[in-house]
């Protein structure tokens, strides 16, 4: 098992993930461990049937339509077939950072170069980001979205 341990302040990040072998059916990419609740919740609802399994991967190449994929069973999940758009997927529009309370990059890049915002936190107040924490379901890696608030933030700041 792998202990997500990524710093946060919605408390999601301490579930266990199982992690899986194999790569990408696709583009042969190693993936990320995801939690079979969240792939339910974000496959389109014609494909949630299809969730079979418990050792899902998502697929981290921006260029392959593959979101989600078993390496015990074959099932993948491509674009089309995930009710949001993947933010650091080619084309991905709107971008999302934060997706529960849907926060763009681009509100948390605007957070920074207009309001002057450099942390998290500050991020949080102006864009409302982290408000709505349901994690698990609404991310598509099943985990808390800091990580790419600050990504954003990095952005943000490597502009000013």
């Known amino acids: 098992m792998i202990k997500n341990n990524n710093a946060c302040s919605c408390g999601c990040c301490s579930q266990d993930l199982v992690q899986t072998k194999g790569n990408c059916p696709v583009c042969n990419n190693k993936g990320e461990a995801v939690g079979k609740v969240t ?9 949630r049937k299809a969730v079979e399994g418990d050792q899902y991967r998502i697929c981290l190449n921006e260029e392959c339509d593959v979101v989600y994929y078993n390496v015990d069973n ?8 995930i009710k949001v758009p993947i933010w650091f997927k080619k084309d991905a529009n709107p971008k999302y950072a934060c997706y529960c309370s849907k926060v763009t990059e681009e509100q948390v ?4 170069l ?3 915002a450099k942390t998290v936190q500050e991020v949080n107040v102006i864009t409302g980001a982290m408000k709505n924490s349901n994690c ?3 991310n598509p890696m099943g985990v808390c979205c800091h990580k790419i608030i600050q990504e954003a933030i990095n952005k943000g700041l490597a502009m000013k």
């Open 39 to 47: 792939v339910e919740h974000l496959v389109t609802d014609d494909n």
């Open 74 to 81: 074959g099932v993948k999940f491509l674009k089309n077939q």
């Open 109 to 112: 890049i605007e957070a920074v």
């Open 114 to 116: 207009k309001h002057g």
């Open 136 to 138: 698990k379901e609404n």
